[in-house]
């Protein structure tokens, strides 16, 4: 098949990768544990499970926590959602190049797709808040399946798209990402501008971990060349 013919693919992280958003999901986690009578947890842990599932990032934080601790956190969420308590202060915004190289990597061809631990709908809101929204053809969360580093949101993003593992990379920030897209047989490209170490993702399997986002178009190109 040639590389005209063939349908590549590249399919980002959200948190971490291409939103600057760690700070904030720290104080929301802090002010949610605040208000279900947690110990306050350490920053520096939180920023460790952003992007695992929230059950299982619970669990790394608070071990022994079940069903009751999960349940006081889901009620918190419906309470500031209902607007019965505050919304923690939000700062984020998108690192800067990655609005152009989602805009480059469409013009290049590429059908671009995001996997996040996120809810289905807060990435929705998000990326129309940060106006990206277009460029996605397919976008994968937790309530479609088994969270990160979980295959499984990976192959339903190939099925859905119809490419090939062998012309995807997966682009993301941690460790899950990258384990993630290994299992499912895809490329893997770490970023070191977000929660986990440069070392850490490449000894987790990444071939490659970029510095900025100039970098990252030529690099998916290479990968995806056949």
Known sequence: MSRSSRLRLAVFDL????LDSAASIVEGVRACWEACGFPDPDPLAVRRVIGLPWEESIQTLMPGSGPDEFARVRA?????AQGRRPRPPRDQALFPGAADTLVALNEAG???SIITSRSHGRLVELLETQGIARHFVTLRTVDHGPG???????YQTLAETGAEARDTVMIGDTTYDILMARSAGTGAVGVSWGVHEAEELRQAG??????AFDDLHPL???????
Do not use: I, Q
């Open 206 to 211: 990444a071939s490659h971990v970029v510095d």
């Open 220 to 226: 998916v190109e290479r990968l995806t060349a056949g």
């Open 148 to 154: 990160k580093p979980a295959p499984d949101l990976m």
């Open 110 to 112: 590429f059908l671009l």
């Open 15 to 18: 948190d971490g990768t291409l």
């Open 76 to 80: 918190y969420h419906d309470e500031v």
